[in-house]
């Protein structure tokens, strides 16, 4: 197994299991095991957005999971609940995506 092969096989076994960091959401219409991590979000509204509101919801993907990264502004029905994304940034196979509610609808 190649050093990538391996990194991808630690982010689904570890990282996406659900028994330890992450839990299940449904993303539109799929389960996704994601971990979400609104302390990150905080740390990044002030840090880059001075403080300015930019989202509800800050998660990690896989993106071997996900599939093609969401675009930005796109809906994305997260737990029946209709949310936009404000930001997506993908690093090592792992997508960071920032959601926000959906102010238009």
Do not use: C
């Not at 971990?35 to 998660?59: A, P």
Request: no cysteine; proline share 2%.
């Amino acid at each position: 197994m190649s050093f990538k092969d391996v990194i991808h096989s630690d982010i689904n076994n570890v990282f996406f299991n659900i028994d330890e960091f992450a839990e299940s959401h449904i993303i539109d219409g799929r389960a996704l095991n994601i971990i979400v991590d609104n302390d990150r979000l905080q740390q990044r509204t002030q840090k880059e957005y001075d403080s300015i509101y930019v989202g509800d919801i800050l998660y990690y993907v896989s993106s071997a999971d996900y599939g093609p990264a969401p675009k930005i502004d796109e809906i994305q029905i997260f737990d029946d609940q209709q949310m936009q994304v404000f930001d997506v940034r993908e690093e090592a196979g792992i997508y960071e995506i920032i959601l926000r509610r959906n102010l238009g609808g």
